[in-house]
């Protein structure tokens, strides 16, 4: 997700989200307190012999219309429309917590401070959920952009204290490359800085774990390469009991947009082209095989399967439930 910098020169969207957004680490840690999430913010389900419950971090309002690329004239606000939506579009970020017979794992983080305060509430939906950060063993980044990084540092601590960081290596090596970050243009820059507060503290206590793709992390869970918006980004799947949910990170930011037209891309994407190839990719798998998907982006918990219509797809939301299969 982009910067919020752009908040400061919108004020109709500033209003729409009924808060000024500040640059990024100039929002005072005061006023992210002052902001409580509205919903429970956890939602739980078993697959097979795992414990699965989406965190929200919250939600923040996009201007798709301006962020998305490679669309064609009028295609978006008609997609928005089709969906009774219109923009900016509040935004979900998303977190999962999964946990295995002796492993409790998070996959991605939220924001902590950087996107203001109505982002920033996972680990307020952790606590909800029934989980202290103490708990969590092992951190599995999907990518090192600061709506996925950021709450692995609460206040500039380190806010997992047991917890190693998993994430690909392609992805370390491309966010902590100096040449990398020499040539980045201004509107990239950013993203190598947050990298370095975020995983950075991490890196220098020798706890994260880099990984090739492909590889088994734990049992029932397997990294999948899934580059394109960054040059790491990666998909994990997690398989039990014949039963399989692949979280897939940023695979789309517009369920909206990019379900009816995988084509489209984001500001965000660092390759935009890779991202929607490996969208694609990512989308028709998903159908040939029938598996869940839980996506960071899509509507809160965002867990769900994808239905193929000709070269569209739309989602079908897990079907709500007030009770653990197993339990
Ligand atoms: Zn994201
Ligand atoms: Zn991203």
């Known amino acids: 997700m982009k910067f919020p910098n752009k908040w400061i020169v919108r004020p109709a969207m500033a209003l ?4 000024i957004f500040l640059s990024l ?7 992210q307190s002052t902001h409580t999430i509205s919903q429970p913010g956890y939602y739980r389900m078993q697959v097979g012999d795992f414990e699965v419950t989406a965190l929200s971090d919250g939600t923040i309002p996009q201007d798709l219309p ?12 008609r997609l928005l429309n089709f969906n009774y939506q219109a923009s900016p ?13 002796d492993k409790l794992l998070l996959i991605d983080a939220g924001t902590a401070e950087a996107y203001g305060p109505t982002l920033g509430h996972m680990l307020e939906s952790l606590a909800h959920a029934g989980y202290k950060p103490e708990q969590v063993d092992a951190v599995l980044l999907t990518h090192i952009h600061p709506d996925h990084s950021g709450g692995i540092i609460q206040d500039g601590k380190i806010a997992f204290p047991n917890a190693t960081i998993y994430v690909s290596k392609p992805e370390v090596d491309f966010w902590f490359s100096a040449s990398n970050k020499q040539k ?5 820059k950013p993203y190598f800085e947050s990298a370095e507060k975020n995983v950075g503290p991490y890196l220098k206590a020798g706890k994260v774990k880099t990984f090739e793709f492909g590889s088994q992390l734990f049992p029932g869970i397997t990294s999948v390469a899934s580059p394109g918006h960054t040059p790491g980004h990666t998909f994990y799947a997690l398989e039990s009991k014949g039963q399989k949910l692949v979280f897939m ?19 965000y994407d660092v390759d935009p082209k890779a ?3 490996a969208r694609k990719v990512a989308f028709a798998n998903a159908v040939k095989d029938n598996y869940w998907i839980a ?19 739309s989602w079908i939301p897990a079907n709500y439930s007030t009770y653990i299969t197993g339990e």
């Open 16 to 19: 729409f989200a009924g808060i």
């Open 25 to 31: 680490f100039s929002l005072p840690v005061a006023a």
């Open 66 to 77: 301006k962020l998305l690329t490679n669309t064609q004239p009028g295609e978006v606000e």
């Open 89 to 101: 579009v509040e935004t979900s970020v998303n977190a999962y917590l999964v946990k295995t017979k």
């Open 184 to 188: 980045a243009s201004a509107g990239l």
């Open 249 to 267: 990170g940023d695979i789309m930011h517009a369920a909206a947009v990019q379900l009816a037209d995988p084509a489209v891309t984001i500001q």
């Open 275 to 277: 991202a929607a190839a």
């Open 295 to 313: 996506a960071d982006h899509i509507s809160f918990p965002g867990i769900g399967h994808l239905r193929a219509a000709g070269t569209k797809y």
